[in-house]
C-alpha cells in the first residue's frame, strides 16, 4: 500500500476565508441532552486551530439518520450549545442546512467567528452524494476541511462531493488517522503484528486478506477463532462457528503459511455452559472443547502466548476484543492483551468500535499511540480499501 500524503489545515491559508469543516457531531442524545461530548471535544483542535488563524467557521455534520426530513430530535442545535461553552464564545446556528438562513449567516461572519448548519442529512440529496447539494454547500465557503474520519468511508456530499468545487484538505483529527493507520499500513515500524477479534470472521475476512500481504505476525482470538479452529477439524463445542467460512478460513491459514506469516490462534480457552454473563466456566482447549460448552474468551496460557509475541514488536495493530469482555468473567483474555500492547512499547494502533471501547472503558486509552475514531471506516481503512473522503482532498 502506498503512503497516503493529504494536505491538511496547517498546510493552507486559511486567514479570513470561509472555512467549511466537516465534523463528527453525532453525539449520542436523551430527551435532547448529550450524554456524551466526546466527539465535541474530539473536534476542538482543529475548530481553535482556524479560529485563532483568523479563519470564519462554519461547521456541519449529521446526526443519527434523519432520512432526508426535517426533524426536530435530529437538530444540532444541542450541539451548538455545548460547543459554545467549550470554546468560550457564540456559535451560531443556522435554521437551515444551505438555504437562506445558512447563506446568509455564513456571508456576515467576521473573521474568528463560527457557526453551525443544521444536520447535513436533513436533505436526502447529503447521502446520494448529489452534486447540485454538494455545490450548495461549497457556496457557504472557499475552503473545505474535513475532520470526520468516522464518515470518510461514504462518499456523500458533506464527505466528498464538496470537494469538487473548493480546495479540500483534513483537519487534525484526519490527519492523525493517516499518519497513524496509513503509515503503519504503508511503512510499518517491524515487526508489524496485527490482532484480530471480536464476533465474526465475515465481518473482517477483507481486513485478514489486506493485513495477510503486510503484517509478520497475525493473532486471532475473540468469537472469530472458533471457526478456524472448526475449520481444521477441531471440536468447539457451542462455540460462534461460521459454517459457511470454513473454506475460507483454510485458505487464509494457507495464505499466512506462503507468505511466511505467523498466524496465532488460541491454545486454551475460557468455555461457558451458555452465552449468559453469569454462567458457569472453566478453562478448556481451544483444539478440543467439551461438547456442550462454549468459548467465551482466551485462557491463559494463549494469554502468555499472545502477550510474548506482542512483546518487543516495532507496530501492534489490533481490532476486535479476545472475548466477551463487556461481562466481567470473559474480559480477562482482552485485558491481557491490552496491557501488553500498552507495555510492548510498540507503535499501538486500535482500530475503532468494539476494541477501542474496550481499551477506554479498561483504562488503557493513553497508553495506546493512537485510537481510531472510526468504527467502520478504520475497518476500511485496514481492508485496505480507498477511502472516498480521504480520496478527494489535495495531495501535499
Ligand atoms: P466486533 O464488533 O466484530 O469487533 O465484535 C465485538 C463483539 O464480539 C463483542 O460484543 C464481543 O462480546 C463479541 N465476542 C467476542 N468474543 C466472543 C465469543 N467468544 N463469543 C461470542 N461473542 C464474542
Redesign the pocket.
Known sequence: MEALSKKSVADINTANKRVLVRCDFNVPLEGGKITSDKRIVASLPTIRYLLDKGAKVILCSHLGRPKGEFLPEFSLVPVAGRLSELLGRPVKMAKDVVGESAQSLSESLLSGEVMLIENVRFHKEETKNDPAFSRQLANLADIFVNDAFGSVHRAHSSTTGVADYLPAVCGFLIQKEIDFMGGALAEPKRPLVAIL????VS??IGVIENLLDIVDVLIVG???S?TFQAAQGHNIGT??CEGDKLDLALAMLKKAQDKGVKFLLPVDTVVGKE?KPDTEFKTDHAQDIEDGW????IGEETRKIFADAIKGTGTVIW????????WPNFAGGTIAVATAVAESGAISIIGG???AAAVQKLGFADKMSHISTGGGASLEFLEGKELPGIAALMDK
Do not use: R, W
Open positions: 477479534g471480536g464476533a465474526k465481518d473482517k475473540g468469537g472469530m472458533y462455540s460462534l452465552f462454549m468459548g467465551l474468551d481490532n476486535g476484543p479476545m472475548g466477551v469482555s463487556e468500535g468494539d476494541s
